[in-house]
């Protein structure tokens, strides 16, 4: 069964004094707070007291894996903190510093437990089961307790505390499952863009592949999927000697009777490109800018399923410019270097 929870229900939800005093905070208020102490964790769960039962939604892990991606990570784990007290970071095949910082984020932040893979993954023929992305995912998930909550949490994602802490509030039995919508969201020359599902023309992404769950009867399996993530199709076992090349990716398995998802407002800002292996330095036809969204009201979701404040551009490119990108820089002046190189020993130095 799938049920809405949009923007006002989720209040309704929230007893109203707690409800005042979660309103009376914001997000900055806490990383400030985290920051000029030089020590601590702060957040909306201060508010709450049902927050720090271990088996509550309200305290769930965050299930977080990270290869590569030192452009976003401060700025993602820094939004998540006001809301989400404790965490799984899993690591794999870092070389961009991303290692680093997430063993210093756990001593500065000791609930958040760092976790590193010891073998490589391989999305594309790998060698071996612990080589698969589901085998990795079923290895992180083996460090949250079994009964209690978590939340998958990518680093290429900004959150809203506030807004993702109220979702929390969301399940009221064991067999609820709140998924976590996206926008995909790409800044150029000061310019805003959002970029629709690659299969359709969708704009607000809700595939139910983002979830706050109970760790009870789940595991992951491996999915072949033909093309990759983003363009997702999966191929069917019965099928699959008539492929070739196809891709190892994961999907969840619950095994619950009566589950109920929860589709709710937006939380979070998704930069797909701001990615090592994917940064795109030019736009695509098919992006659509932010303020024609805003006044075409494209999805029909503006005040239903997004907070009209969430599309300020301003907030957008704030959040950009707190990203590392001076690794993009040299990768990109990298690339330009080798292209002149090939260039003039391929038609300059022959002649």
Not at 13 to 34: A, C, P, R, T, V
Not at 96 to 114: A, H, M, N, Q, R
Not at 121 to 143: A, C
């Amino acid at each position: 069964m799938i049920k809405d929870i949009n923007l006002n229900d989720i209040d309704i939800l929230i007893d109203s004094k707690l409800l005042k005093q979660i309103h009376s905070f914001s997000n900055e208020y806490f990383i400030k707070k985290m920051n000029n102490m030089g020590g601590g964790h702060y957040g909306f769960f201060n508010l709450d007291k049902n927050s720090k039962n271990t088996k509550s939604p309200l305290n769930p892990w965050a299930f977080i894996r990270v290869k590569n991606e030192i452009s976003t990570l401060k700025s993602s784990l820094e939004s998540i903190l006001p809301a989400i007290q404790r965490g799984i970071i899993a690591y794999n095949d870092c070389d961009d510093g991303s290692e680093e910082f997430i063993l210093e984020f756990c001593k500065k932040y000791p609930t958040f437990i760092p976790k590193k893979y010891p073998f490589s993954i391989q999305i594309q023929s790998p060698k071996k089961e612990k080589n698969k992305l589901y085998y990795y995912y079923n290895w992180v998930l083996s460090f949250i307790p079994k009964g209690e909550w978590f939340i998958k949490i990518d680093v290429d994602q900004i959150y809203d505390a506030q807004k993702l802490y109220k979702s929390f509030y969301i399940p009221k039995n064991e067999n609820d499952v709140v998924s976590i919508a996206r926008m995909d969201f790409a800044v150029i020359k000061e310019q805003v863009y959002i970029i629709p599902k690659p299969t359709s023309k969708t704009l607000f992404i809700d595939e139910i592949d983002h979830w706050l769950i109970k760790n009870e009867n789940l595991c992951f399996r491996e999915a072949l999927v033909k093309g990759d993530s983003h363009n997702w199709n999966e191929i069917d076992p019965v099928k699959i000697s008539k492929y070739n090349n196809l891709k190892s990716y994961e999907a969840i398995i619950i095994n619950k009777p009566h589950i109920t998802f929860y589709q709710t407002q937006l939380t979070n800002y998704h930069f797909p490109f701001v990615k090592k292996d994917k940064v795109i330095y030019k736009t695509k036809k098919n992006w659509i800018k932010l303020e024609e969204y805003i006044d075409k009201n494209l999805d029909n979701l503006i005040g239903i399923k997004i907070d009209p404040s969430f599309l300020k551009k301003e907030k957008i490119i704030q959040i950009y410019k707190t990203f590392n990108l001076e690794n993009f820089k040299q990768n990109k002046e990298h690339k330009i270097k080798n292209w002149l190189k090939y260039f003039y020993e391929t038609f300059i130095s022959r002649k």
